[in-house]
């Protein structure tokens, strides 16, 4: 999930290189390194077990690299080499339709079993002004699309590996978020906005967000959940009340509304790990 203004291209890079020790080996060229970490178009194939497409909460990416997100947790305190297509932002439905689950699988070689997701929060929290007074409708809708994007992708990703790889099909792993804190002020003073003034802008009445928002990440979490019955390749991890929720997660371990801070993360990514360890095969 993303509440972050959008910068040049230049600018990300340079605060890419900031934090790149946590996160892979990069090369020399900027440019190919932002490609392969952010939509998995490496110049040769990494040959990793996991993979891993996700939102901000695996790599905030834009203004604050030094936030230790929990793909970074993973890699760097969990022992996990992930080739991944994580960006700040992104959406199931963008992640879908630029077929990432084909880059991911391409780049990570023939020994890959598992594929980590971290989606969703982007589709659920886009045109917030649409719910009012149209909830139940348009969240129904919406969990439907991912639903459907969900089941899309692993349908065509396990069909895609077994043609290229042979072998079993991947183990598709996804997290629910946590509690998110819609009271909790932006980052940047004056440069972004936070969750209380988006809620109000959009037509929300500030004492009923608390409510709707941890409503809403429930019914979420719930949604992931229904859908391990119906794939047998699909795991669900609730990460809920990590962080102290509900209704909302501590401020103490939020960088803003929706966001960890590097602290919240390593409850996060110490819960994943250890929740998703007898699938990947990975204990540190």
């Not at 102290?244 to 997660?249: L, V």
Request: proline share 4%; hydrophobic share 40%.
């Amino acid at each position: 999930m993303s509440v972050w203004n959008r910068f040049s291209l230049l600018f990300i890079a340079a605060l890419m290189i900031i934090n790149c020790d946590t996160k892979k080996d990069y090369q020399k060229d900027v440019t190919a390194n932002v490609l392969c970490y952010t939509l998995s178009a490496c110049n040769q194939s990494r040959a990793t077990t996991v993979g891993m497409i996700g939102d901000s909460w695996t790599d905030l990416l834009i203004g604050y690299p030094a936030v230790d997100t929990l793909r970074v947790q993973l890699e760097k305190n969990h022992g996990y080499k992930i080739t991944g297509a994580t960006l700040g932002g992104k959406t199931l439905s963008q992640a879908s339709d630029q077929g990432l689950q084909f880059q991911v699988i391409e780049q990570a070689g023939a020994d890959i079993h598992t594929m980590i997701l971290s989606l969703g929060g982007n589709d659920l929290q886009a045109n917030l002004s649409a719910y009012v007074g149209n909830e139940n409708s348009v969240q129904a809708a919406r969990f439907a699309d991912i639903k459907f994007r969900i089941k899309t992708m692993i349908l065509t990703g396990n069909s895609y590996k077994i043609s290229k790889y042979g072998g079993q099909p991947l183990k598709w792993i996804i997290h629910g978020y946590d509690y998110p804190n819609p009271y909790k002020g932006a980052v940047i003073p004056g440069a972004d906005e936070g969750c209380s003034t988006k809620f109000a802008s959009a037509g929300f009445n500030l004492p009923d967000v608390a409510a709707f928002t941890s409503q809403q990440l429930d019914a979420f979490n719930e949604l992931l959940r229904s859908i391990t019955s119906e794939e047998p390749n699909f795991y669900y991890v609730d990460l809920r009340r990590t962080l102290g929720g509900p209704p909302i997660s501590n401020a103490q371990l939020m960088l803003d509304c929706i966001h960890p801070n590097s602290l919240g993360f390593q409850f996060l990514g110490d819960k994943l790990a250890t929740q998703i360890s007898p699938l990947t095969g990975v204990s540190n």
